[in-house]
Nanobody
Framework: QVQLVESGGGLVQSGGSLKLSCAAS????????MGWYRQAPGKEREMVAR???????NYADSVKGRCTISRDNANNTIYLQMNSLKSEDTAVYYC???????????WGRGTQVTVSS
């Protein structure tokens, strides 16, 4: 069973920065894409950023220019650098891995990000 462990969340003031990490228990080469999603209270889970195995990225319009997703294949870890944080970024952030082998598809347990205004 694949495990994804997020870290790096916390409480930050509006305008501040956080860097989230997601460590996978297996090589990232098993996944054709990985991503960060978030879910705010009372709202549906939404995609924040995704990165393909080839390094292609895409972002939600709400975070474009403020967030950067990256991957470190050597350490089986992806990151989400978030800058200029806003109160509306407050949510639980989840890491997701997508694989052609369905048994490798996985979600992390999430890390809380709280932005105070």
């Amino acid at each position: 069973q694949v495990q994804l462990v997020e870290s790096g969340g916390g409480l930050v003031q509006s305008g501040g920065s956080l860097k989230l990490s997601c460590a996978a228990s297996i090589s990232l080469f098993n996944f054709y894409a990985m991503g960060w999603y978030r879910q705010a209270p009372g709202k549906e889970r939404e995609m924040v950023a995704r990165i393909s195995g080839g390094g292609r990225t895409n972002y939600a319009d709400s975070v474009k220019g403020r967030c950067t997703i990256s991957r470190d294949n050597a350490n089986n870890t992806i990151y989400l650098q978030m800058n200029s944080l806003k109160s509306e970024d407050t949510a639980v952030y989840y890491c997701k891995a997508d694989s052609a082998q369905s048994r490798y598809n996985a979600w992390g347990r999430g890390t809380q990000v709280t932005v105070s205004s």
